[in-house]
């Protein structure tokens, strides 16, 4: 009795250490190894570090690039042929309502105050949009590298925001660069804030060039006109006929249609000379090579709109 136990003990003990032999050799741990993940197909790859998306609000400024590739779209051009940079000792101190050229379509400038004061030019953008965080005065390369306290917050509106930005000069290109909230990307844009949309009397040092200063006599010429503003489908015929008399310039102009009522320069209304086929008016030439702010009445609506537009007549052209 005594063998039979002893021989069935040793066989227990040779099939239990056979057993753990031929546990299989894949038995998962309980983690990876590092620096390696595996597929659910058993292929391991290179594991990919961890990443935080930026926090909008957290001001981590550190993570933000510049907006490249299939992010950026193609940039219209700004200003005007020939302009000339206007600095602020050029512009008498004030505040102006001042006209903006963006190259980005998608940076669209609602309406812009110019504070000219102290030797120095401040532009209050505002944009009806509260898309970007931060605009910053330079290159978009330029405000990935700043520091965060040289960034230009806005004013939020319950309709958009306002930017405080520093203006060079006028009628010059100026960088600017655009923090997207959304993507945490600065984009470049360029602005132009146009020394010909403010009032004649700003501008006191920028000599007029008028019929007296050419020295044109008396007498019929015509010279080359260029209508901007509105929709872009109004025109004016150029070249137009220019009267010279007493030193003083007029041109008669002749629009595309027969829909105008009346123009208007500064507080002065202009009626129409003729409506039978196109609206034809005569209005004084204040000055030559630059643009002149003018407003004409439609009545090609369902009720009569004034629109504004800027009419430029070009000196070199007269004949």
């Known amino acids: 009795m005594k063998l039979k136990i002893y021989v069935s003990a040793l066989l227990c003990a040779f099939l239990l250490t056979g057993c753990g032999s031929t546990l299989p050799d894949t038995q998962p741990t309980d983690t990876e190894p590092a620096g390696q993940l595996?597929?659910?197909?058993?292929?391991?790859?290179?594991?990919?570090?961890?990443?935080?998306?930026?926090?909008?609000?957290?001001?981590?400024e550190s993570s933000l690039a510049v907006a490249s590739g299939d992010?950026?779209?193609?940039?219209?051009?700004?200003?005007?042929?020939?302009?000339?940079?206007?600095?602020?000792?050029?512009?008498?101190?004030?505040?102006?309502?001042?006209?903006?050229?963006?190259?980005?379509?998608?940076?669209?400038?609602a309406s812009c105050k110019l504070t000219v004061a102290d030797g120095k030019m401040t532009a209050a953008i505002r944009i009806n949009s509260t898309s970007y965080e931060y605009l910053y005065a330079g290159t978009a390369e330029q405000a990935a590298a700043a520091d965060a306290s040289q960034y230009i917050a806005p004013t939020v509106l319950d309709s958009g925001c306002?930017?405080?930005?520093?203006?060079?000069?006028?009628d010059q290109e100026i960088d600017c660069a655009a923090l997207s909230r959304k993507k945490q990307l600065w984009y470049d844009r360029k602005l132009v804030f146009r020394a010909d949309s403010l009032p004649e009397d700003a501008l006191p040092e920028q000599e007029k060039v008028t019929a007296e200063t050419?020295?044109?006599?008396?007498?019929?010429?015509?010279?080359?006109?260029?209508?901007?503003?509105?929709?872009?489908?109004?025109?004016?015929?150029?070249?137009?006929?220019?009267?010279?008399?007493?030193?003083?310039?007029?041109?008669?102009i002749i629009w595309s249609s027969n829909k105008y009522d009346y123009m208007r320069i500064g507080d002065e209304k202009y009626l129409p000379t003729d409506t039978a086929e196109?609206?034809?008016?005569?209005?004084?030439?204040?000055?030559?090579?630059?643009?002149?702010?003018?407003?004409?009445?439609?009545?090609?609506m369902s009720t009569p709109h004034e629109i504004e537009y800027t009419l430029y007549f070009d000196s070199a052209s007269i004949k």
């Open 162 to 170: 306002i930017f405080e930005f520093p203006v060079a000069a006028l």
């Open 214 to 252: 050419l020295g044109l006599a008396d007498g019929e010429y015509t010279v080359e006109v260029q209508l901007e503003g509105g929709s872009g489908k109004a025109s004016v015929q150029s070249p137009a006929k220019l009267t010279v008399k007493g030193g003083q310039a007029a041109a008669e």
């Open 38 to 60: 595996t597929t659910e197909a058993g292929q391991e790859t290179e594991a990919v570090p961890e990443t935080t998306a930026p926090d909008e609000s957290s001001g981590d």
């Open 278 to 300: 196109f609206s034809v008016f005569e209005i004084p030439v204040a000055a030559f090579d630059r643009k002149l702010k003018i407003a004409a009445d439609t009545t090609a």
């Open 71 to 109: 992010d950026v779209i193609a940039a219209n051009s700004v200003g005007y042929e020939g302009m000339e940079a206007v600095p602020a000792a050029s512009v008498k101190p004030g505040e102006y309502d001042i006209a903006v050229d963006s190259s980005s379509s998608m940076f669209k400038i």
